[in-house]
């Protein structure tokens, strides 16, 4: 069945729709949060096809006001479609983060320092086969007596920083997940309105 055709069918059978946008995408994740809300369902991507499918004018939505749920659909956001109430979306949705690693381009969470001395990777010392492969990603690193030791502190990012390839690899490697996948609400439609979050959080 065609995508529009199954948001149709969708309108038909839920009392909510909600815009949501995702930071840090990570399809593992959203398919854990579709097996959780199995009764719900959920859209992803192709934003022009869903916003044509609900309508972006009075004059050709599908229901009467869902049009202005459209001009949300821009960038990394998608559509689910509930009978679930707005009160227990938001309490779910405002808990969900799932920590993973952060990759290139990605704005640093925070700074990241590896301390000088025996290199540590997690509980264990790292082992002196990596060490071409830290040397190559930019750590100072030298061999002492087979150990890898780092003479001074090493700054692998700073809060801020937009991380390189290589700054990436490293945070991956001793193990410092930075992105936080989550879901937020962008607004919802019910009954011919539509609700913004922005303007809930006003209000409360």
Known sequence: MPKSKRIHASM????????????????????DVRAEWNTSRFFFGRNKVIAKALGTTPEDEYKDGVSKLSDALVGNVGVFFTNVV???????FAELIKLDYARSGVVASKTVVIPAGPVMRGED???HNMEPQLRKLGMPI?????????????TVCKEGDTLTTSQAHLLRLFFHK???FRVNLVRYYHDGKV????AMDEDA
């Open 12 to 31: 038909d059978t839920y009392e909510y729709i909600w815009v949501y946008s995702i930071d840090h995408m990570r399809n593992a994740f959203l398919k």
């Open 125 to 127: 010392i790292v082992p």
């Open 195 to 198: 609700h913004h979050m922005d």
């Open 142 to 154: 030298t061999l002492n007596n087979g150990v890898v030791t780092l003479a001074k502190d090493y």
């Open 86 to 92: 707005p009160e227990e979306v938001k309490r779910y």
């Open 178 to 180: 930075l992105a936080e």
